[in-house]
């Protein structure tokens, strides 16, 4: 289940000023929040509880009850944050939001050219997801290194219409941060994936994507899960199908 904390940051380009102001309050008051009604929270806020009935929907609540309810099991249950293969799925499941997934697949459909771009152990995952468009006559291409890549940004037309979507789980890897930065002078529109959290790669791309899959390492190897990865690949890959036809 997603706190309260990682519910603001996937939802947060939903979010109004006024949204910022009752989440703040929120998150320092969460003890006087569930032990009062909607009408108290919006008198101590100088507004409304339509206001407030708004923003839990915004955050993936049926209403402010609902939202009411989570705090509260995140105040009474001891949070430990597990790093297992269950965990990392459940929370990636809830990490997959259905809107941008739409826009994700509206982007790519309206390319020109849609181009996929990974280093290391995510690179495979951009050929996968270049197969599973081809399946509905989508072209789209990828790249494992990064010269490759970086010749065919320089051969695209600012003018036209080009999407590019960098897969990072960690969101600072130097080529994909590199490449992205050429892909945004050159006005393609960036997509990025990667793991839940804030990262340099997020902040540059139109549209984010987020699995949950922490980093991990066991004798200096790198044994990081990629499953969450292939979780909202696949989520996307049939929004797609399902649009196609």
């Keep these: 289940m997603l706190q309260f904390k990682e519910r603001i940051q996937k939802y947060e380009y939903k979010l109004s000023d006024t949204d910022d102001q009752i989440v703040e309050f929120i998150l320092n008051n969460k003890e006087k929040v569930i032990g009062n009604s909607i009408q108290y929270l919006a008198a101590q806020l100088f507004t409304v509880p339509n206001t407030i009935t708004?923003?839990?929907?915004?955050?993936?609540?049926?209403g402010f009850s609902q939202m009411k309810n989570s705090l509260k099991e995140e105040i009474v249950n001891v949070y430990t944050e597990e790093d297992s293969l269950t965990f990392n799925i459940h929370k990636t499941i809830g990490l997959?939001?259905?809107?941008k997934i739409a826009l994700t697949t509206k982007l790519i459909h309206e390319a020109?050219?849609?181009l996929f771009f990974g280093v290391g152990d995510t690179a495979p995952f951009c050929e996968m997801m270049v197969k599973n468009l081809k399946v509905v006559s989508k072209q789209?291409?990828?790249y494992f290194h990064r010269h490759d890549v970086v010749y065919e940004l320089s051969k695209l037309e600012s003018s036209e219409n080009n999407v590019l979507f960098?897969?990072?789980?960690?969101?600072e890897t130097a080529h994909v941060l590199?490449?992205?930065d050429l892909a945004k002078q050159k006005g393609i529109?960036?997509?990025?994936?990667?793991?839940?959290?804030?990262?340099s790669l997020q902040q540059i791309a139109e549209v984010n994507l987020y699995c949950y899959s922490p980093n991990k390492r066991l004798n200096d190897y790198n044994i990081t899960d990629k499953t969450p990865l292939l979780l909202v690949l696949r989520a996307l890959s049939e929004f797609y199908w399902k649009a196609s036809k």
Aim: no cysteine; charged share 25%.
């Design 189 to 199: 529109k960036l997509i990025s994936l990667t793991h839940f959290s804030k990262n």
């Design 96 to 99: 997959i939001d259905q809107n």
């Design 140 to 142: 789209a291409e990828y």
């Design 54 to 62: 708004r923003l839990s929907k915004k955050l993936g609540f049926d």
């Design 112 to 114: 020109r050219r849609a």
């Design 178 to 180: 590199n490449v992205a």
């Design 166 to 171: 960098l897969i990072s789980l960690s969101g």
